[in-house]
């Protein structure tokens, strides 16, 4: 059975797809579906508690030559006659911790990839060693993948964005900083001497974008706190402005191409914001709400938790609320239009965007699946990867107009899915494949 793609990233020209599947990252010709460039993380996901051990053993190692030291020496200060023998405790090595029984399974997968703006690099981060890896991209070889850097970093990373130039890379991650790390600047294996994190939050990290207004860059960040912050780049440490009207989660910004100066926001919320980042005031254009649109796609694993139930919800499981997580939003760039993904569903909800911001209902694409994830092109062309179970994993669609979409012929998609070499023996042994929801704050006293 092949593994669903967790991720999937279009270039601009359409010519390749990126993808990830648990461990591995995968390039596919769109006009073939031949692999053209693959890399599995081959680190043992204990890893970083093995280099953990290693440092406590190197330090009790140390204390106890300094312990054996200043025994020795008030050993020599006594008189001969009070003299005793001299002991040391001996070292106890620390065992590296293992899940006990029943404990919740620890996965190792690829859970960002990012194409910088130049296209010549795909950076990704791991879950093994907490690392931000970057691939040069050499579509002439064998193996287009060619990493150049593996960077660990304290904390794992979870949100990539880079400059204008391609040059840096801002990295978010899940303890709430944002780091700023030289694409062809060498790795830093000792983490004390790693740079200062640019800007910090007090939650974790959800996504980060970079933007350049009247020759200003910035960072913006957002976080699982329903903040979203504008940061003057690279001295972040300069705050322009906070964009406050999110309840829930931020999971995704994006600032389209045709209107730099807007933004647009989703995550836990059951709207749609869009700002216009770069005004002193009045930043706030338009909410656009989707529940209505995405309610008759949602299902019971859009319900909360039975822990997080009242007495009354319990009692009356009619009272419950499906809860929507926005995954995703790109542009279709071409026709100014705006595809929205709402987690673990089949649907795919076009939007417009208008000049002045506000967001209006275009029309909705249903797949046979539920989506997982998906890509756009810059030729209007939409890739849409499937949770399915029977080896169809991505449809493909053509926008040939603001209001014709037209699903095609799937032989080459078909063939990306066959040549995969992701397998697993059986469901159960699938990665999880939705996160986002993950990420909604909780009380148990409620």
Excluded at 54 to 68: G, V
Excluded at 178 to 207: C, R, W
Excluded at 426 to 444: F, G, V
Aim: hydrophobic residues 40%.
């Amino acid at each position: 059975m092949k593994h669903p793609f967790q991720l999937i990233l279009s270039d601009k020209s359409g010519e390749h797809l990126f993808t990830s599947a648990k461990h591995h990252i995968q390039v596919f010709s769109t006009a073939t579906g031949a692999i053209v460039g693959s890399w599995v993380d081959t680190v043992d996901i204990m890893e970083p508690l093995k280099k953990q051990q290693l440092k406590k053993i190197r330090a009790l190692e140390a204390q106890h030559a300094r312990d054996i030291k200043e025994a020795e020496a008030a050993a020599a200060a006594e008189p001969d006659a009070k003299k005793q023998k001299i002991e040391v405790k001996p070292i106890r090595i620390p065992k590296i911790p293992t899940p006990g029984p029943g404990a919740p399974p620890v996965y190792n997968f690829i859970r960002v990839l990012h194409l910088t703006a130049d296209e010549k690099y795909l950076v990704g981060t791991t879950d093994s060693d907490k690392a931000i890896i970057m691939f040069e991209l050499d579509f002439s070889q064998d193996n287009c993948l060619r990493l150049v850097k593996r960077q660990c970093l304290a904390k794992r990373p979870c949100a990539i964005a880079s400059s204008e130039d391609s040059s840096q890379m801002i990295v978010g991650d899940k303890f709430g900083d944002v780091y700023n790390i030289g694409v062809t600047t060498p790795a830093v294996e000792d983490l004390k001497t790693f740079p200062q994190p640019i800007l910090g939050h007090v939650s974790m990290l959800s996504d980060v974008v970079y933007a350049k207004h009247d020759g200003k860059e910035y960072v913006l960040t957002a976080d699982r706190d329903e903040h979203v912050r504008v940061s003057h780049f690279p001295k972040s440490y300069v705050i322009k402005k906070w964009l406050f009207g999110h309840k829930e989660f931020v999971t995704n910004m994006l600032i389209p191409s045709w209107a730099p100066e807007r933004l647009v926001t989703s995550g836990g919320d059951d709207f749609i914001c869009s700002w216009d980042w770069t005004a002193e005031t009045n930043n706030l254009l338009d909410t656009f709400s989707v529940r209505d649109l995405v309610l008759p796609f949602l299902s019971d694993y859009h319900i909360a938790p039975e822990r997080f139930w009242t007495e009354e919800e319990a009692a009356d499981r009619s009272l419950l609320e499906r809860e929507i997580t926005i995954q995703k939003i790109l542009a279709v760039e071409k026709y100014k239009l705006l595809v929205v993904l709402a987690e673990n569903t089949n649907a795919l909800f076009v939007l417009n965007l208008a000049d002045d911001g506000k967001i209006t209902y275009n029309q909705t694409l249903t797949t046979d699946s539920q989506i997982i994830t998906f890509s756009v092109d810059a030729n209007a062309r939409m890739y849409v990867g499937l949770d399915n179970k029977d080896g169809h994993l991505l449809d493909v669609y053509q926008f040939q107009s603001a209001s014709d979409v037209e699903k095609l012929a799937s032989t080459t998609m078909d063939q990306i899915a066959a040549n995969s070499v992701v397998e697993v023996e059986k469901a159960d042994d699938i990665y999880p494949l939705y996160h986002a929801a993950a990420l909604r704050k909780r009380s148990e006293f409620s």
